[in-house]
């Protein structure tokens, strides 16, 4: 992630994709930060699907956390095991966007990384249930390799102070990933607070590494990425919803309790599209400062979206008594998470878009005002999901107004 205005040392023209995918082998420099029609590749939409194995097994371990009453400690581990997850997806795309040649050595090497994310996602419910992250440590350790070997061509293959800035990168990971094997190998269950400083160290590698130089990526393409993994992660929390209901509604025939969590959680997962897509954010990453800022801050993003659908099993076992947990925990399963969800999108989008207090002010007063929802009874997920529709129509509403107001009479 680096500041799209600065380029490496040495930038390939425009290369139309059907000339990249052609080649069996190419020369790994730069892509142009101006290249038109720039868009994900297949390869690209391949390695996201993968990944939603791993956020679905994340997803599940929560929810048997929570209705068995471990809340703090399964949170505790779904941030852990998303962090890998979303740090190795994030930086696939980071690296992608400036250095994707589409031929073959580099489909060989993503393909790798993909065996790494299914170790991974196999390894998550041994984390989860007993803190034993040597699997997942495994299939990260995968993804992280592969990775090392792509910034090493990219070294060889750039020169000056861009090749300084790839062969950064390769070292950088790499030490960090002697690290996670050196902390999750041995005993399987790290302290959290080790687990934090290599999570720390994992995210300082970027910047450091860009000091001098900066790499060429993409506004548009990582904007498009950044949107598809938000539809793939919403997607997900549909799905799991979904199953949770058509399996309490065939065991227990209790429609009347699961359609206002069915309808309030679709309303949700709308509105939550509804917001994240309403505004373009490709043109205010312009700067080092603001990708950095706004990569990073994707993390509480990604986490909250995938949360929603889990709260939403939560809530479907709650109403259909086969989750020991209060009526309070059950709602804010699915409130806190969509209240976090909204905040972090308004931070992260939709300020750079709005104009005077009333704009600004209504995302969040809606996360104020979905996270109120916990303490709203057994119908907190439907009045949840109507404050977030609520929400869609007030933004649509004073955009409108603005737009009519400032159009030429």
Not at 377 to 383: I, K, M, R, S
């Amino acid at each position: 992630m680096s500041d799209p205005t600065q380029q490496s040392s040495v930038a390939t023209p425009s290369v139309s994709p059907a000339a990249r995918a052609g080649a069996a082998v190419r020369r790994m420099t730069a892509r142009s930060k101006d290249e038109e029609h720039r868009a994900s590749t297949p390869l690209e939409a391949f390695f996201d699907l993968c990944f939603v194995v791993a956020v679905a097994q994340a997803g599940q371990r929560l929810v048997h956390e929570v209705v068995e009453g471990h809340a703090g400690h399964g949170i505790v581990g779904y941030l852990m095991i998303f962090f890998a997850i979303w740090w190795a997806w994030m930086n696939f795309s980071w690296f992608a966007s400036a250095y994707d040649t589409d031929d073959v050595p580099y489909r060989v090497t993503t393909l790798v990384q993909i065996v790494g994310v299914l170790v991974l996602a196999a390894g998550v419910p041994r984390a989860a249930a007993d803190g034993d992250f040597r699997l997942v440590a495994i299939g990260y350790a995968v993804m992280r390799l592969a990775l090392v070997t792509q910034w090493v061509r990219a070294g060889v293959a750039e020169s000056g102070a861009a090749r300084a800035t790839a062969f950064r990168y390769a070292v950088g990971v790499a030490v960090c990933q002697v690290g996670w094997m050196v902390l999750l190998l041995p005993l399987g269950a790290p302290p959290v607070w080790a687990f934090a400083v290599m999570a720390v160290a994992e995210v300082l590698v970027p910047p450091l590494a860009e000091l001098a130089t900066s790499t060429s990526w993409h506004p548009g393409h990582i904007a498009e990425r950044y949107g598809l993994f938000t539809i793939i992660v919403l997607g997900e929390s549909v799905s799991a919803a979904t199953v949770a209901v058509q399996s309490a509604a065939d065991e227990h025939r209790a429609l009347g309790l699961l359609v206002p969590i069915a309808a309030g959680g679709l309303l949700i997962v709308f509105s939550a599209w509804w917001i994240y897509f309403a505004t373009p954010i490709e043109e205010h990453l312009v700067s080092s400062r603001m990708a950095f800022l706004w990569g990073y801050g994707h993390f509480a993003v990604f986490t909250s979206a995938a949360a929603i659908g889990a709260g939403l099993e939560v809530a479907v076992e709650r109403a259909v008594d086969t989750a020991d947990v209060s009526a309070r925990t059950a709602a804010a399963a699915v409130a806190l998470p969509a209240a976090v969800f909204l905040f972090m999108v308004w931070l992260l989008h939709a300020r750079h878009h709005k104009r005077g207090a009333a704009e600004q002010a209504v995302l969040p007063i809606a996360a104020v005002a979905v996270a109120a929802c916990t303490f709203s009874g057994t119908h907190a997920v439907l009045w949840a999901g109507l404050v977030c529709a609520a929400t869609v129509a007030a933004g649509v509403w004073l955009d409108t107004h603005r737009r009519l107001a400032d159009a030429p009479e």
